[in-house]
């Protein structure tokens, strides 16, 4: 039983460039979220999305992210132009309908942006 | 106003002691569900117990309790016998509403280190 497989964990961007963080949910899941982490800091939720749906994106910046979730294949979180402010934690979680009580995540995507 | 408040940002315990880790939240939605989760160095977020606002009993699972006290909002997590692998971040999280997604905030977290 595979779990909330991401990748890649370890993402190394320049100023300028564009982030893609994919995320595999768990076998028989169709709710997708990414939260993600400052250093030091909690994780804040970011987007909800359910197959070719964006139910929630209060959490997503205005400006240069975006995510999907096909009908086919990963969830995307993509980050345009990334800015050092971008350096975080991005975890992606899943979970059967809600509400279940139970939300679970990847191991997470460590991107650096130099 | 913070959501959720974990006001220990480190806690020491001996291996094999009990430690309690302390959350406190805030929400006027009647329905909510609080989580707790831990994350080792390796940076992983692992689930580790659920307490529903409507659920009459505290939730166990195996060394993890909450101690759910829910006029005075908190949702403290027990560990009792700690083990040196409980050495960790701990997360409290709350849901709120009746649950149309698993949308949570997150505490700052607690560093728990467990001497030997």
């Known amino acids: 039983n595979a779990g909330v497989m991401q990748n890649p964990r370890h993402l190394v961007r320049r100023r300028g460039q564009e982030a893609r963080l994919r995320c595999s949910p768990m076998k028989g899941h169709s709710h997708v979220y990414w939260y993600r982490q400052l250093p030091e800091e909690g994780l804040k939720f970011m987007v909800y999305?359910?197959?070719?749906?964006?139910?929630?994106e209060s959490g997503m910046p205005k400006e240069r992210f975006s995510a999907e979730f096909p009908k086919e294949g990963p969830s995307i979180l993509r980050i345009q132009q990334v800015v050092r402010g971008d350096s975080a934690a991005y975890f992606c979680?899943?979970?059967?309908?809600?509400?279940?009580?139970?939300?679970?995540f990847g191991e997470g995507s460590r991107l650096t942006v130099l | 106003a913070q959501k959720i408040t974990q006001t220990q940002p480190g806690m020491f315990v001996q291996e094999k002691e009990a430690v309690t880790l302390d959350c406190t939240y805030d929400?006027?939605?009647?329905?909510?569900?609080l989580f707790w989760y831990k994350q080792p160095s390796s940076g992983e977020m692992i689930f580790l117990i659920y307490q529903g606002s409507y659920d009459q009993q505290n939730a166990t699972e195996g060394r993890y309790s909450l101690n759910f006290q829910k006029a005075r909002k908190s949702a403290n997590l027990v560990i009792s016998a700690s083990q040196l692998g409980d050495s960790a971040m701990y997360f409290c999280a709350m849901r709120e509403g009746r649950g149309g997604s698993e949308k949570l905030v997150f505490g700052k977290g607690t560093k728990l280190t467990v001497n030997p």
């Open positions: 999305l359910q197959k070719e749906n964006i139910i929630d």
């Open positions: 979680a899943s979970s059967l309908a809600p509400p279940t009580g139970e939300l679970f």
């Open positions: 929400t006027s939605d009647p329905s909510y569900g």
